[in-house]
């Protein structure tokens, strides 16, 4: 089991960068490919950044390539998002998540079935 909790959440304007971090405990952080998540009002929840277990696989959307960028602390057991140049559209509860994989598995996880989630964090840029 691994629980997560994310903060640094915000109201920024469009334009502005955000940094969003994610504290895991419980089983081995690095044993888990990351990701991050968002969901915007009636939208479904769409992965935007991947990360593998040693940090330097990572996957992007599309539309936050260029913008965001995952990063994971295995000695501290996080791993964050920072977010430049954001929009409007960027919107929505960001959510971290961990994936459960076999020994072999060496990329990013970039499936929506994860399997641990946290709480997520409210991100609201305005125009």
């Known amino acids: 089991q691994v629980q997560l909790v994310e903060s640094g959440g915000g109201l920024v304007q469009a334009g502005d960068s955000l940094t969003l971090s994610c504290a895991a405990s419980g089983r081995t952080f690095s044993d888990y490919p990351m990701g991050w998540f968002r969901q915007a009002p009636g939208m479904e929840r769409e992965l935007v950044a991947g990360?593998?277990?040693?940090?330097?696989?990572?996957y992007y959307a599309d539309s936050v390539k260029g913008r965001f960028t995952i990063s994971r602390y295995n000695a501290k057991n996080t791993v964050s998002l920072q977010m430049d140049s954001l929009k409007p559209e960027d919107t929505a509860v960001y959510y971290c998540?961990?994936?459960?994989?076999?020994?072999?598995?060496?990329?990013?996880?970039?499936?929506?079935?994860?399997?641990?989630w946290g709480q997520g964090t409210q991100v609201t840029v305005s125009s």
């Open positions: 990360v593998n277990r040693g940090g330097r696989i990572t």
């Open positions: 998540a961990a994936k459960r994989v076999l020994p072999f598995y060496s990329g990013a996880y970039t499936r929506t079935d994860y399997d641990y």
